[in-house]
Nanobody
Framework: QVLLQESGGGFVQAGDSLKLSCATSGIRFSSNTMVWYRQAPGKRQEFVARITTDGTPTYADSVKGRFTISRDNAKNTMYLQMNSLKPEDTAVYYC??????????WGKGTRVTVSS
């Protein structure tokens, strides 16, 4: 059974930092490119960042230079370090394998709220 558990969200002020975690089980984590998505209230889910099996990152333009994606294959866990947070980063953040099938298992997400 595939399990994805996001954590680390919270309520912060603009300019603050947060580090999200994505703990996985039931998948061959080290063999998968992993991805972060987010969904803001009233908006569609959007791509945030992904990381290949060899650690190569790709970022959405909106987070480039502020967010850093990483992974620890020994812990089957992916991370998203978010710095210089902006109110527009407010969203529920989800992780998954990439490419992502809509019918893949999803976690509950972790909510990030950034106050201005």
């Amino acid at each position: 059974q595939v399990l994805l558990q996001e954590s680390g969200g919270g309520f912060v002020q603009a300019g603050d930092s947060l580090k999200l975690s994505c703990a996985t089980s039931g998948i061959r984590f080290s063999s998968n490119t992993m991805v972060w998505y987010r969904q803001a209230p009233g908006k569609r889910q959007e791509f945030v960042a992904r990381i290949t099996t060899d650690g190569t990152p790709t970022y959405a333009d909106s987070v480039k230079g502020r967010f850093t994606i990483s992974r620890d294959n020994a812990k089957n866990t992916m991370y998203l370090q978010m710095n210089s947070l902006k109110p527009e980063d407010t969203a529920v953040y989800y992780c998954n394998r990439y490419p992502t099938d809509p019918f893949d298992a999803w976690g509950k997400g972790t909510r990030v709220t950034v106050s201005s």
